[in-house]
């Protein structure tokens, strides 16, 4: 089991910034990919970014330039910085692994085995 626990969500004006946090705890594993998702209101959850302990990365180009997901050394836990805010960013942000992942960095939801609990992001005009 692998556990994720997300913080650093919250209100902020367009234009600005928030970086997210996830510590992963639990059986975690050099072959997984580690990212992050989203869910606005009425939409589908969708991929934002990811990536794997090998060192491969993934962005959606919707979020491209603007967010940059990295990890800290000790392979326990991911951040997503966002910057340049925009109001269709609101929703909110989940983190999750995939496992058996090697050197893809992208996965759907239906592929991620573990999930947080999720932190919500408000972006206001």
């Known amino acids: 089991q692998v556990q994720l626990v997300e913080s650093g969500g919250g209100t902020v004006q367009a234009g600005g910034s928030l970086r997210l946090s996830c510590a992963a705890s639990g059986r975690t594993s050099s072959s997984d990919a580690m990212g992050w998702f989203r869910q606005g209101p009425g939409k589908e959850r969708e991929f934002v970014a990811a990536?794997?302990?090998?060192?491969?990365?993934a962005t959606a180009a919707s979020v491209k330039g603007r967010f940059t997901i990295s990890r800290n050394n000790a392979k326990t836990t991911a951040y997503l910085q966002m910057n340049s805010l925009k109001p269709e960013d609101t929703a909110v942000y989940y983190c999750?692994?995939?496992?058996?992942?090697?050197?893809?960095?992208?996965?759907?939801?239906?592929?991620?085995?573990?999930w947080g609990q999720g932190t919500q992001v408000t972006v206001s005009p």
């Open positions: 999750a692994v995939k496992s058996g992942a090697y050197s893809v960095a992208y996965f759907t939801p239906g592929e991620a085995g573990y």
């Open positions: 990536f794997t302990w090998t060192g491969a990365t």
